[in-house]
C-alpha cells in the first residue's frame, strides 16, 4: 500500500456507524477548507469543503463542521461502508502569487471500516 | 480522474541521473501544480503554473525545476536526481477553488 499510511492516526468503525475525523488548522487568516479522501495507490479526492462564513455544510453522507473560535475542523461520514476506508485530508487553500491556491494539507488520517 | 493523467506512474532511477515527469490534462485549467507526498508531512507544494510559461516555487523547490510551454502539459525536472527525491509524485489542476489531482508517479531514486 501507499508509504504514506505509516505513522497516520488511525480510526476504526464499524460498518453503519457514523464517523468522524477531525483536523485542527493554524492559520486564524484561513478562511476555506476542502476536505480530500484518498485511496491506496490513487491521488486526492475531493470530498467537500467549506468557507469561513459558514459553520457547517452538508453533502451526500458527509459533513462538515468548522469552528472558527478554536480552529478546528470535522468531517462527519454517516452509516460508514467498506468504500470509505482511505486516508482523509483536511487541506487550507490559501492565495499564490499570480493567481491560483495552495492546498497546505494535514497529515491525514486513516480510516479503516470493519466489517 | 480522465481530465489528467501523469507519466510515468512509476520510475526507478539512480542518484545522479536527471528525471522529466509529465502532467498532462485535457480541462484547459490555468493552474497547474506539481506536489510530492511523503510519509509525516502529507502533500507539499514543489512548483506552480498560472499559465504557459509561468510559473513560481513552491515551498519545496530545490533541486526541481518546471517548464509549461503548453496549457495542457507541465513538466517537473529532478536535474540530478538524489535519494531523498524518493516520493510518490502528484500533478493538480484548478480552475477557482479546490484543486484536481492525477493519479501520481511514484520514483525511487536508488
Known amino acids: 500500500g501507499e508509504s504514506v499510511g505509516l505513522h497516520l492516526p488511525t480510526l476504526s468503525v464499524q460498518e453503519g456507524d457514523n464517523s468522524i475525523i477531525n483536523c485542527a488548522y493554524s492559520n486564524s487568516a484561513s478562511d476555506y477548507f476542502i476536505w480530500y479522501k484518498q485511496e491506496s495507490g490513487k491521488g486526492p479526492q475531493f470530498i467537500i469543503d467549506i468557507r469561513s462564513n459558514m459553520d457547517k455544510r452538508q453533502g451526500q453522507r458527509v459533513t462538515v463542521l468548522l469552528n472558527k473560535t478554536v480552529k478546528h475542523l470535522s468531517l462527519q461520514i454517516a452509516a460508514t461502508q467498506p468504500g470509505d476506508s482511505a486516508v482523509y485530508f483536511c487541506?487550507?487553500?490559501?492565495?499564490?502569487?499570480?493567481?491560483?491556491?495552495?492546498?497546505?494539507f494535514g497529515t491525514g488520517t486513516q480510516l479503516k471500516v470493519e466489517l | 480522474d480522465a481530465g489528467i493523467t501523469q507519466s510515468p506512474r512509476h520510475k526507478v532511477t539512480e542518484t545522479g541521473t536527471p528525471v522529466t515527469l509529465r502532467c498532462h490534462q485535457t480541462?484547459?485549467?490555468?493552474?497547474m501544480y506539481w506536489y510530492r507526498q511523503d510519509p509525516g508531512h502529507g502533500l507539499r507544494l514543489i512548483h506552480y503554473?498560472?499559465?504557459?510559461?509561468?510559473?513560481d516555487k513552491g515551498e519545496v523547490s530545490d533541486g526541481y525545476s518546471v517548464s509549461r510551454s503548453k496549457t495542457e502539459d507541465f513538466l517537473l525536472t529532478l536535474e540530478s536526481a538524489t535519494s531523498s527525491q524518493t516520493s510518490v509524485y502528484f500533478c493538480a489542476i484548478s480552475d477557482t477553488s479546490g484543486s484536481v489531482f492525477g493519479p501520481g508517479t511514484r520514483l525511487l531514486v536508488l
Open positions: 480541462e484547459n485549467h490555468r493552474y
Open positions: 503554473s498560472y499559465g504557459v510559461k509561468d510559473t
Open positions: 487541506a487550507e487553500i490559501s492565495p499564490l502569487g499570480g493567481g491560483g491556491n495552495k492546498l497546505t
